[in-house]
């Protein structure tokens, strides 16, 4: 048997590659051939969490006190490195996550978007002046970093998500601890070798691998990090905001969703078809803006429901390094496990399964976690598969007989990161924009993704703290101080009285 090269990743601290003090390491599969071990990497404790931490204060001194525009400077420099190798972090991205590797490579164009107007900020950062009620007095803000700072990011993103938070968190001039989803650390390995290779100074970004429990109960427990962005279950998001409100650190959370799209009488079919497969199967509905429910107007369900099952049907399913595949194996045996005891659920609920259900078996199916593309009909909304995120190629569909009973429905989860309406009538579309309870609010357009220079989050169960992206990143990663100065000769009015 031809036995295969493993390659064992290590903790980056304080600009060193090193073993994690417990010594022990574990295996990542790749999702769709379980049988190939796509590295082997650091099970890091606590302990391995502080010395980041530690690590961390003293890239900070160096870090911090570099002009923002010579920070963008090693960022720019970054983007191109990761420009010469967007193949091999597609490739790797597939093989540790799964996901088809024409997703992949719109998750490292998505990075490399997210670096480049990073960068850009560094001869932003804006502030502002304004006059003074006093004579003589000058009255302005600046921004200064937060301090060392904690990023903690799933595994369904491996790179994109690591870059939105540390290229803004590292233009703000802070210094990072960087804890991946323990599923997929390689694409992180080599984000940071990228960043090593840039020139960025020892401490300045650590990486510590391993499972969430210890390292990220440690950065939240430090009085040493002064912030965490955070993306992950609403069910973690929800402990790490709440452990971390006791120590006034601020937080960024993005967490689940529930997206649902509206389809109107008058909605161009063949667009809203395009968007809701891809939104429901592609990534295997393995994205927090997948969409998971549809609501149709009663006066084209049936005509809709034709359509979506035969766009389904034409689904192939395979391994994701093939670029013929739509559709991969899921990311994981725990994230199979939960898809099918959904699909269990929703039967047992009453709702009706109009395609798919299974999970696949036989050939190279047995080799990956895969199940095939499923909708469930005659959903109603109290039902478990219509209000909980199940995070895998499952579509519920909702009948309405109306644009407001369509929004209430859609409105009726504790959910609220996107949503999409399909329709002609602008004053239809409006009515919804303006009711509709999410963060993002697309019309005649998928549910999924963003544009990185607009900020990206959602709303209730879906997120909390400042948006990502956008303008809004320097707003999460930076502290405004306001400064006041009196350069009168004399001594001003107030100036004698207090
Ligand atoms: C996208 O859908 O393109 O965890 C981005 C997630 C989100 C990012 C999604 N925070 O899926």
């Not at 369904?156 to 690591?162: D, G």
């Not at 960024?252 to 997206?259: C, L, P, V, Y």
Request: charged share 20%.
């Amino acid at each position: 048997m031809a036995t295969t090269q493993i390659t064992t990743h290590k903790n980056y601290i304080g600009g060193q590659w090193v073993e994690s003090v417990t010594g022990r390491t574990y295996q990542v599969h790749n999702p769709a051939r379980t049988d190939q071990i796509v590295g082997e990497f650091q099970t890091s404790s606590a302990d391995d969490a502080l010395k980041a931490v530690a690590a961390a204060k003293e890239g900070l001194a160096i870090w911090a006190n570099t002009p923002a525009p010579a920070r963008a400077n090693v960022i720019y420099k970054a983007l191109e490195i990761l420009g010469r190798r967007t193949d091999e972090m597609a490739q790797t991205i597939t093989i540790e996550e799964g996901k088809p590797i024409s997703d992949a490579a719109g998750e490292v164009k998505r990075a490399m978007n997210i670096m480049e107007y990073a960068a850009g900020e560094g001869r932003r950062m804006f502030g502002y002046t304004t006059p003074s009620e006093l004579p003589n007095t000058v009255a302005y803000t600046v921004r200064r970093p937060l301090g060392v700072v904690g990023i903690i990011t799933p595994w369904n993103f491996p790179l994109a998500i690591p870059a939105w938070k540390i290229a803004p968190a590292l233009i703000c001039g802070n210094a990072l601890v960087f804890k991946p989803a323990s599923a997929t650390p390689l694409s992180a390995v080599k984000l940071i070798e990228i960043f090593e290779e840039a020139g960025l100074p020892p401490g300045v970004l650590n990486l510590v691998t391993g499972p969430g429990g210890q390292v990220g109960t440690a950065l939240v427990e430090s009085t040493d990090v002064k912030a965490i962005s955070f993306t992950g279950s609403t069910e973690v998001g929800t402990e790490l905001y709440a452990e971390s409100a006791k120590r006034l650190k601020k937080v960024q959370a993005e967490m689940g969703g529930k997206n649902a799209v509206i389809v109107l009488s008058d909605a161009d079919m063949d667009k809203a078809m395009g968007g809701i497969v891809q939104g429901a199967f592609g990534s295997t509905g393995q994205r927090c803006t997948a969409t998971s429910r549809v609501i149709v107007e009663d006066g084209v369900y049936d005509q809709f429901m034709a359509e979506l099952i035969d766009r389904t049907s034409k689904l192939t399913i395979g391994d994701g390094i093939d670029p013929s595949i739509d559709v991969s194996p899921l990311a994981s045996q725990s994230q199979k496990d939960k898809v099918m005891e959904y699909i269990g659920i929703g039967t047992e609920e009453g709702a009706k399964l109009a395609f798919g259900g299974h999970a696949l078996s036989g050939g190279d199916y047995d080799q990956g976690y895969y199940v095939e593309p499923t909708i469930f009909t005659d959903v109603s909304p109290d039902m478990r598969i219509a209000k909980e995120e199940i995070f895998g190629p499952v579509l519920t569909v909702f009948k309405a007989k109306d644009l407001k009973e369509a929004i209430d429905i859609s409105n009726s989860v504790e959910f609220g990161l996107s949503s999409s309406v399909y329709t002609k009538d602008i004053t239809k579309a409006y009515e919804y924009i303006n009711t509709v309870e999410t963060g993002m609010v697309h019309v005649n357009a998928s549910t999924l993704g963003g544009e990185v220079h607009l900020p990206f989050g959602g709303l209730n169960s879906s997120g909390v703290g400042q948006r990502e992206q956008g303008t809004s990143m320097v707003d999460f990663f930076s502290e405004v101080i306001t400064v006041y100065i009196d350069h009168a000769a004399e001594v001003s009015e107030r100036a004698r009285f207090i």
